[in-house]
């Protein structure tokens, strides 16, 4: 069959071509860009003092036109400032001022090590020196531990007592309860399998002193059996201190008094039996459920209140952090003076010898460039710490002016108050605000308190006026304190009471700050009578 023409498809009349074309589009828009130099600045004012000291020192140790000084940050940012003023030529660059012609520059520490310097005489070894060394009769380990090794400075050993360190400025490290138990786990009879099984049990215990891991487990790890475990278990749960390696509070508490020979005893029947109800402080149930008086209840309760449930609390925890304030605030006639705590900032300056290289005409253009470019790192760093202690120190002024009545009376005179206030009264942004107040410390009359901690907000008040939520915390804290111990206050007497103060608050609000502080409910704060 003979097929006749086709007709073309409209893709056979029109081809497909791509076209590029070439051409200007212009846009106006706003951006924010984030320079180095802003980076760094805003890194360093929401660094903390020990924080800001590491990095310091290692820009210290990275950086060769820094080094420490003694002059105070001002006058070390002042002298950055016009370093790089001066010294920047047309194309930007940083180059040290020229020594003005005539004027004799300082000897430097390399110049005066130029000169001819005298050889130290050293006396010669005697011939039996050497015969003095291999003498078996001689600890020389004793000799090196007891005398000191002054061979670098080239000085005689003095024995002067009042050169030598005071015993109490010496570091030492706190024993861990792992270092406890295990020294007493070498002193006891365990043979070498009791050995590996102790120290297993040992290095399973938690920060409290509590074993989480199941005996099961741990018998499965050391390849051995359950009853092998639990015997080790036993003999170390009667190391000190006492109630160590229990499982739970329960076992902890009866360890305690076995320890003291009270096994026998109430306590130790109420801790056995009805634990959960003496936590509640249900004493006429307990007294009822084990047939005694109430009196011997309440007895049995204070000797159980004696008792440690936490036998590692004196082994644990973290080191103590020791707090330096930013600022200092005092009361200096009617006014309060806001001072600078510029001794903990770490001093910095430009180096003079690097500087000098930089117009020295031998050096090699990279090692110019590399210098240059430490130049300006080094400029930045140290009037980012300068801008650092002056937002500061505009934050502090400014929450002295709104929390005046703080600084004259305490906490119950805080008002509520927020970043933006602050922010609008020193015309910077909230967010700089936040970090110029993250772990910074002021020292106040009332005491040393975190910046942050002056920003609170405000419960509606009847007359009108809010209050601090921290003052109602500190109302509450009073009164708690205050109350009678047969009868404690509960969450709705103590709304009551601040609400004879006019403090519109409700008792869902008190309970919440009463949780805040860590306080007990009223049920739990009951003492045994």
């Known amino acids: 069959m003979k097929q006749g023409p086709t007709r073309p498809s409209e893709y056979d009349k029109k081809p497909m071509a791509l076209e590029v074309k070439l051409g200007h589009d212009l846009r106006l ?31 210290l140790d990275a950086n060769p036109m ?12 002042a002298n950055a400032e016009q370093t790089e003023d001066i010294n920047l030529p047309a194309d930007g660059e940083p180059l040290p001022a020229e020594p003005e012609s005539g004027a004799a520059e300082p000897e430097s520490d390399w110049d005066r090590l130029g000169g001819d310097v005298p050889a130290p005489t050293v006396p010669a070894e005697g011939p039996d020196a050497a015969a003095e060394m291999r003498d078996p009769s001689l600890d020389w380990r004793e000799y090196l531990e007891t005398y000191s090794n002054n061979w670098q400075d080239g000085e005689a050993p003095n024995d002067d007592d009042e050169r030598r360190q005071a015993l109490e400025n010496t570091l030492t490290r706190k024993t861990s309860l792992e270092d406890h138990l295990i020294w007493q786990l070498r ?5 070498r399998d009791g050995q590996r099984i102790g120290a297993t049990i040992i290095y399973n215990l938690n920060d409290d002193g509590y074993l989480e891991t199941p005996v099961a487990e741990l018998a499965a790890q050391l390849e051995t059996n359950v009853e092998a475990v639990e015997a080790v278990l036993r003999r170390v749960q009667r190391f000190d201190p006492p109630g160590v390696a229990a499982r739970d509070l329960r076992e902890c508490l009866l360890a305690q008094l076995q320890n ?33 008086e109430p009196k011997m209840v309440a007895d049995a309760a204070r000797s159980i209140a004696a008792l440690e449930p936490k036998p590692g609390r004196d082994y644990g925890g973290a080191e103590p952090a020791y707090i330096v304030p930013d600022v200092y605030i005092q009361k200096i006639g009617d006014e309060f003076v806001v001072t600078l705590n510029e001794s903990a900032v770490p001093r910095l300056r430009l180096a003079n010898y690097y500087q000098k290289v930089l117009n020295d005409s031998a050096v090699e253009t990279d090692t110019k460039e590399y210098l240059q470019e430490r130049l300006r790192s080094a400029c930045w760093l140290v009037k980012s710490i300068y801008q650092r202690l002056q937002t500061i120190f505009k934050v502090a002024n400014s929450i002295v002016k709104f929390q005046r009545p703080f600084f004259e009376h305490g906490v119950g005179h805080l008002r509520p108050l927020v970043l933006k206030d602050v922010a609008e009264d020193i015309g910077m942004h909230e967010s700089t605000i936040s970090r110029a107040t993250a772990n910074k410390y002021a020292h106040t009359p009332q005491g040393i308190f975190e910046l942050k901690f002056f920003f609170t907000s405000g419960v509606k008040a009847t007359d009108g006026e809010d209050v601090s939520a921290e003052t109602v915390k500190e109302k509450i804290r009073t009164l708690v304190a205050g109350e009678g111990q047969d009868n404690p206050l509960s969450d709705q007497a103590i709304a009551d009471i601040l609400h004879h103060d006019q403090i519109n608050i409700a008792r869902r609000t008190v309970a919440k700050y009463r949780q805040a502080l860590g306080i007990l409910p009223s049920s739990r704060r009951k003492k045994p009578g």
């Open 66 to 77: 820094l080094e420490p000084l003694d002059q105070s940050v001002a006058e070390t940012a």
């Open 187 to 191: 002193l006891s009879s365990l043979d």
């Open 260 to 292: 003291l020979g009270m096994e026998e005893s109430l306590a130790a029947r109420i801790v056995r039996s009805h634990l959960d109800l003496l936590e509640k402080h249900r004493f006429s149930e307990i007294a009822k459920a084990l047939n005694v």
């Open 29 to 59: 828009r706003q951006q924010l860009v984030m320079t180095p130099q802003l980076q760094q600045a805003i890194k360093i004012l929401q660094l903390s003092l020990p924080e800001l000291e590491t990095v310091v020192q290692n820009e």
